[in-house]
């Protein structure tokens, strides 16, 4: 027996010179080999559980010095790294315990007055984690586990928490990577699946998130939060693909409900809903719902700012609109991603629509389509023409005169250019007309009138020409003109007040 105690002293001063070096490793064989000898020595127990801490095997550390303690309850150091470990595995309450058992052993021991301290830390931050995490704060819970992991370092629980809110802040990589470092310890953690799950859930790998989620479910039969992530990634690609064939198949009104109940299953999905609002604006700019797929697409930027699609899609909308200034805002950023000869067409057409309509737009003077052919173009103006001629508005007041006037005159610029092929196309190329040589401001809109009507004879018509056909006494342009399909006109007679 003696020399059986000797044999484990000499391993435990072996084990003693292997942890001064640091050589972890061959401290822990040394000490099991004087546990092995001497069952009963708290002291061994104690020294082993150092050593596993320091491997960060706190876990096994745990129950080398919990058997400490168990051997001899006045084993100060026992309880001080069975305090540690329990905080280092995130257990502060039984921390705490420790600690203060520490205390009523030696109350003026500073080691442990300190982590007394640590441990009401830690149980502070997972009750601020806590309220952050029911008031979707995550960003306070990413703090508070940030802090709490300083002194527990080993708690998965409080790494899986960090890991979801990560998740639930759009940050994937980070929460990946801490999901992964607690799946390389331990590859059975439900918690840490899930949370590699809703990863992908979230940027749209729905197929490779459910695997994951089936993955936790085995594991933990219990885990709702899988469970529920499962039954929403599933039902959210259920609709998501009916709305596509849906749209494919030309079924738009369908393809717009199939896309709104998908928009209803998952709130937190922001890639997926992204994604949702865009098809949906395409949906609404082919049922001709344009303020609609604007709302829709720009509901999507705001969930993901990098989503060419929806501004393009946008872009195109407000084009349809005529509300250039946006499109060209949107172009710009389209194109600042990505400058493909594509998009470098797109911003420059906008941009050309914009310098466009800032000049007078000719089509809306005449009232006509810009895809309005020669004779459309002709039979416009000679509407407009006999609608604003001043002659007809002489017995207005002196402002309608003026305004009929303006208008007369726009009419007859309107004609110039867009019923002369070489002109017409410099206009519709965003020239501004105005710049010519020419200079539009010069013309006189009456001869462009006589020269249309072929003055006062023949065909033509001359308001100046044609007094009241009723009374000889009259000698008032008193007539209204009505433009028939045979192209000619008749005259109306209008009675005059007394002077």
């Not at 596993?52 to 096994?60: D, I, N, P, Q």
């Not at 819970?141 to 790494?159: P, Q």
């Not at 049922?287 to 501004?311: F, N, S």
């Amino acid at each position: 027996m003696k020399l059986t105690k000797e044999e484990a002293e000499s391993f435990k001063e072996q084990g003693n010179a292997y942890y001064i070096k640091k050589d972890y490793s061959e401290a822990f064989s040394y000490y099991t080999k004087a546990i092995d000898m001497c069952p009963k020595n708290a002291s061994y127990y104690g020294n082993r559980a150092a050593t596993l801490m320091m491997l960060s095997r706190h876990r096994e550390a745990l129950e080398d010095s919990q058997q400490a303690v168990r051997l001899d309850d006045t084993f100060m150091k026992g309880h001080l790294r069975e305090g540690k470990c329990h905080l280092s595995l995130g257990n502060a309450m039984a921390a705490s315990r420790c600690f203060h058992r520490v205390l009523e052993l030696e109350p003026d021991n500073s080691q442990a007055q300190q982590e007394v301290k640590n441990a009401d830390s830690v149980l502070e931050y997972e009750k601020m984690a806590e309220l952050g995490f029911e008031k979707h704060d995550f960003r306070m819970v990413v703090f508070c586990m940030d802090r709490a992991l300083e002194s527990a370092s080993a708690c998965h629980r409080f790494k899986v928490l960090k890991a979801e809110c990560l998740a639930m802040l759009g940050r994937y990589p980070e929460a990946q990577s801490v999901a992964s470092d607690i799946l390389r310890m331990d590859a059975t953690n439900g918690d840490a699946l899930y949370v590699r799950g809703l990863c992908l859930y979230y940027e749209d790998c729905i197929d490779k998130a459910v695997q994951f989620f089936v993955q936790a479910l085995r594991m933990a039969p219990d885990h709702e939060k899988a469970r529920l992530a499962c039954r929403n990634a599933k039902a959210l690609k259920a609709k998501k693909e009916d709305g596509n064939k849906a749209f494919k198949d030309g079924n738009y009104d369908a393809a717009y409900e199939l896309y709104s109940e998908a928009l209803t299953i998952d709130p937190n999905n922001i890639k997926t809903n992204a994604k949702l609002f865009c098809n949906r604006g395409t949906v609404g700019s082919k049922l001709k719902k344009i303020d609609q797929a604007i709302e829709d697409c720009t509901k999507a930027v705001k969930l993901d700012e990098t989503y060419i699609k929806a501004y393009l899609r946008r872009a195109q909308c407000y084009m349809d609109k005529e509300e250039y200034d946006e499109a060209v805002r949107d172009y710009e950023k389209v194109y600042q991603t990505e400058k493909t000869k594509e998009h470098k067409h797109l911003l420059k057409n906008a941009q050309l629509e914009l310098k466009k309509s800032k000049r007078k737009d000719y089509y809306k003077v005449l009232g006509v389509d810009k895809n309005a052919t020669e004779d459309e173009i002709k039979k416009a103006y000679r509407k407009r023409a006999l609608m604003h001629h001043p002659d007809r508005h002489s017995s207005a007041s002196a402002e309608v005169q003026k305004e009929e006037e303006k208008k007369f005159k726009e009419v007859g610029e309107a004609f110039t250019v867009l019923s002369d092929p070489k002109k017409k196309s410099r206009y519709d190329s965003g020239h501004d007309m105005e710049d010519d040589t020419g200079n539009m401001g010069d013309f006189d809109a009456n001869n462009i009138f006589k020269a249309f009507f072929g003055g006062g004879g023949g065909q033509g018509y001359s308001f100046e020409a044609n007094q009241c056909m009723y009374t000889n006494s009259c000698r008032k342009p008193c007539f209204k003109n009505i433009y028939s399909l045979k192209n000619k006109f008749t005259f109306q007679h209008i009675s005059h007040s007394v002077e």
